[in-house]
């Protein structure tokens, strides 16, 4: 379906949305209803500018619902499945928000700014309406509103180099999920060390979108020197690395056990938390389904399917492939799986593609790589 | 921005998706998640089959949220700033979904299939999260989901015509929002008289996705003799019709009596209803802003812009341009805008368009035919 995507006022454009087109961007996604490039022509390039080099991408679309007030804490915790007492300012934890049934709801990265102030920068879907009415029916006292606040990533091996030219070499000794508020050239920002991909680099959260070209600008200036291109979440090396993509891998009845998330469950968290008791009953019983990965015996490189396709073993439904890639590293088709718990690494299985054919393939652990 | 859409397993495909490929479709929206067809190649000749003729238009994306049990009936009128209690099966009300401060969350049809079960027919934004999240908290028992329930709509002044020669001459006396849960060669559905145009016709809520195609086909065959054709919610007449695209002509600020939609709030309705306190406090203050046409002096077609446009008296803001068009029958280039109160029609403005460009034009009451 290479399909033109029409343009409409429901749909946001991003403070980078100039700069973006500028630099080429040739396709987009809607995302939080808002456009998010994902692609400046240049496929293969773009992937390996990742992997090896630095690139920077428009993630504006990844907005943060904001909590301010004196019951903002108080919030985070019934909505957060994670024993947040511990947290300190300036950190960032992975989290899973579930719904009373323990079905996940978004997989946000939740960012304590002060103990009255907090953002979960969110993965797609409207968490703002999730946590204005659990705060509004429980009586909580805060301001809840998606601020003007966008994220920029740099993101690859050499994004360090870039955040040091800018940022001094302090920044060297950052730890990932930590983040502080700063400002460059004037234009205020939170400066995160995180991002989603594996290869390591930081998300610069602009507090002023009427600065989204100029921060770009710099962004783009200051990485020259490192070959820095345009880029955006990348679905090669997401894939390999088997980040989560919310409505993708997911769907509506997937808890956080089944997809790798369960390392972000405290199950002795508060008991007043939405989902906790659901959760500690799959717990209990163990997930139906986990989330594995295949590997496809298919020499030629398949297409990117955007449905699922049916995992089979021995000719029984099994489960269902949520998305696939080839992979430029491996040199192979590899998939993400949402599965039965009676599958297991190693195990053959058959793949009904969208398009009808079907391949063979080896269950494997996930990441690829 | 004739931009690419990118596919991916995050935004799902209509059941109809496959009958849109077939005839066509040049030009997608994401809408709930969803593609949503927005043009088959041919935008004036779509727009007059709407006025003069018969067009259908897969809607899937106007999701349900479904809400059935003991409790539906209850969470409903919790949801709506509306006096449902005589409400009965069988009919589509037009409700304003708000927040606790009486801010606009969506602005869909509420249908009563029973008394224990109701489906909200929505706009674009998650509104399941925040039904759901309101009736956890609120201990109300009941099935809250999204099911498998996808429109086609089927406008136009020969509308009546095609679903005459498919479900008999009774159908001429069914009501405008009314419904009936009926069949057709075997495709389970509810047909409904309804749809976002001033054209007439019907929606047939699909409620079997297996079916998408033969459905499509069924009406495409039966609407021939009246040379039915591929169309989707059309910009144009919506403008002209001044039909609300939620989250395109409102902001996070938008309440009801701002968009014209103070005649679905009934003040006198429950003291329980979320939001109808801070209804009742913008219904003694005045609302700040409201809703009025502007026609523009422009003799040529100006571009639909897909960012608001700010609108100025005598040098001096007055709010906003939320979108505009060229309108094929007034034959002017017109627009929706949402201003200060102190504004009205018959006032002399300039618009500050997107593209730099100011342009004159007169304020006028809505709709604008």
């Not at 709801?105 to 953002?119: A, F, I, Q």
């Not at 600008?217 to 390999?240: F, Q, W």
């Not at 007043?272 to 030629?300: K, N």
């Amino acid at each position: 379906m290479p399909a033109h995507l029409t343009p409409t006022a429901r749909v946001r454009r991003s403070p980078f949305f100039d700069a973006t087109v500028a630099a080429g961007v040739t396709s987009f996604s809607v995302y939080n209803h808002m456009y998010m490039p994902t692609g400046y022509g240049d496929r293969m390039g773009e992937y390996w500018r990742l992997i090896n080099g630095v690139s920077m991408w428009d993630v504006a679309c990844q907005r943060q619902v904001e909590l301010i007030g004196p019951d903002a804490g108080r919030l985070t915790q019934v909505l957060c499945p994670r024993k947040l007492e511990n947290m300190r300012p300036g950190k960032g934890w992975y989290v899973a928000v579930c719904d009373h049934h323990g079905v996940l709801l978004n997989d946000p990265v939740l960012l304590k700014l002060s103990d009255e102030h907090y953002w979960l920068s969110i993965a797609d879907g409207d968490l703002l309406l999730w946590a204005k009415a659990v705060a509004a029916e429980c009586s909580l006292e805060m301001t809840i509103r998606e601020p003007d606040v966008s994220p920029l990533a740099v993101q690859g091996p050499k994004a360090i180099e870039v955040m040091v030219d800018l940022f001094g070499d302090k920044i060297r000794t950052m730890r990932y999920f930590h983040f502080r508020e700063t400002e460059l050239d004037g234009i205020p920002l939170v400066l995160a060390r995180s991002g989603w991909s594996k290869q390591g680099g930081f998300e610069l959260y602009l507090s002023d979108g009427s600065r989204g070209t100029a921060l770009w600008n710099t962004i783009r200036e200051a990485g020259a020197p490192y070959d820095i291109g345009p880029g955006s979440p990348n679905h090669m090396e997401r894939v390999e690395n088997a980040l989560l993509s919310f409505g993708g891998d997911t769907d509506a009845e997937t808890n956080p056990f089944e997809v790798r998330m369960g390392k972000y469950v405290d199950l002795d968290a508060p008991d007043f938390v939405i989902g906790i008791r659901a959760l500690w009953d799959v717990d209990r019983e163990g997930p139906e389904r986990h989330q594995l990965g295949v590997i496809l015996d298919h020499d030629g490189r398949l297409t990117h399917h955007d449905l699922p396709s049916q995992v089979s073993r021995a000719n029984a439904p099994a489960g269902k492939m949520t998305t696939n890639t080839w992979s430029p590293r491996l040199e192979r088709n590899i998939g993400i799986c949402l599965v039965s718990v009676g599958l297991a690494a190693g195990d053959r299985v058959s793949v009904a593609l969208p398009d009808g054919r079907h391949v063979a393939g080896t269950m494997c652990e996930l990441p690829f790589i």
